[in-house]
């Protein structure tokens, strides 16, 4: 129950948003539909990374979220890329 560690005004907002949304993608606000509790995330760890996301140790690069280069979906899958592309390159060579 978020209502245990989210103020009622925050929780309203986000109840709002969903039934906007709902008018676009229908199904959006359903009974389905499971929203988690609050989320952090610390970004003071800084890897020392290539331009291509390659640590320190050779063939290891650091991409997503997980590896705190990034901060969403979109920067997420957009290191993945620059890091296969790097790794394929590699690869060839």
Same mark, same amino acid.
């Given at each position: 129950?978020?209502?245990?560690?989210m103020?009622?005004?925050?929780?309203?907002?986000?109840?709002d948003m @969903? *039934?906007?949304?709902?008018? %676009?993608v229908?199904?959006v606000?359903?009974?389905d539909?499971?929203?988690? $509790?609050?989320? !952090?995330?610390?970004?003071?760890a800084? @890897? *020392?990374?290539?331009?291509? %996301?390659?640590?320190?140790?050779?063939?290891?690069y650091?991409?997503?979220? $997980?590896a705190? !280069?990034?901060?969403?979906?979109?920067?997420?899958?957009?290191?993945g890329?620059?890091?296969?592309?790097?790794a394929?390159?590699k690869?060839?060579?």
């Amino acid at each position: 129950d978020l209502s245990f560690v989210m103020p009622y005004r925050h929780l309203r907002d986000i109840m709002d948003m @969903l *039934e906007a949304m709902d008018k %676009l993608v229908p199904g959006v606000n359903s009974r389905d539909t499971l929203l988690y $509790g609050v989320e !952090v995330k610390f970004y003071s760890a800084r @890897l *020392e990374l290539s331009s291509e %996301l390659e640590t320190k140790i050779e063939n290891l690069y650091a991409v997503g979220d $997980g590896a705190g !280069v990034t901060r969403g979906l979109v920067q997420a899958s957009a290191s993945g890329v620059i890091a296969a592309r790097a790794a394929a390159e590699k690869m060839t060579d």
